[in-house]
């Protein structure tokens, strides 16, 4: 890989990931803010924020596919597909709303840690992208083992994820984005 080319790639990696940070990080504020009476609005919020994490993940497999994992853009699909669900049967979702979630983050952490475990030869501090997969992996079977915890406690379990999940994704874009910028200074 030229020197170019591998500061584009993870110039790029990194502002996909800052990006999907902030959304779930605005995710665990709007889910925190939301009243029980609006359980609706939390499947709709849910389901927008997948989609719109499916559809970054896919694009950054699509951006460049031979650099990057199939497990990205299965991980986007399954949460492209998991948003469409919501917001198609926002009914039923509501009343799945905590198995939904349990699966989603436990088939979407897992494919995260295959992709930290991808990545660990080129990526130094590939550890953040492991700690997201855990995390998630962790929420995602804590959410199945738990579905009576009620809708509170599901409220209150993503806002947590989202936030901690949020916070990790950023670490790991903005390390890469260092690392594309400490390429740079290094080629000069």
């Known amino acids: 890989m030229s020197d170019t ?6 110039q790029h990696s990194g502002t996909a990931l ?3 940070g902030a959304l779930a990080l605005l ?11 609006t359980v609706f609005a939390l499947v709709y919020v849910f389901g ?4 719109t994490d499916g559809l970054t993940n896919m694009a950054h497999y699509f951006y460049d596919p031979a650099r990057h994992s199939r497990w990205s853009l299965i991980g986007g699909f399954i949460s492209l597909v998991t948003g469409l669900v919501a917001v198609s049967w926002p009914g039923i979702t509501a009343a799945a709303l905590g198995v939904l979630i349990g699966a989603w983050a436990l088939i979407l952490g897992v494919s995260q ?3 930290a475990m991808d990545t660990r030869a080129n990526v ?27 809708f509170l406690g599901v409220v209150a379990l993503l806002a947590a994820y989202s936030a ?25």
């Not at 927008?48 to 989609?51: G, T």
């Not at 130094?124 to 579905?147: D, E, H, K, Y």
């Open 5 to 10: 080319a591998g500061r584009k790639l993870f």
């Open 18 to 20: 800052i990006f999907r």
């Open 27 to 37: 995710l665990a504020f709007l889910v925190a803010s939301l009243p029980v009476a």
């Open 48 to 51: 927008v924020f997948a989609i």
């Open 113 to 115: 840690i295959i992709l």
């Open 124 to 150: 130094p501090r590939w550890w953040s992208w492991m700690a997201t997969g855990i995390v998630t992996t962790a929420f995602g079977v804590w959410v199945l083992l738990n579905p009576g915890l009620g």
């Open 164 to 188: 901690v999940a949020g916070i990790l994704l950023i670490i790991s874009g903005i390390k890469l984005r260092r690392r594309a910028s400490s390429s740079v200074m290094l080629a000069h």
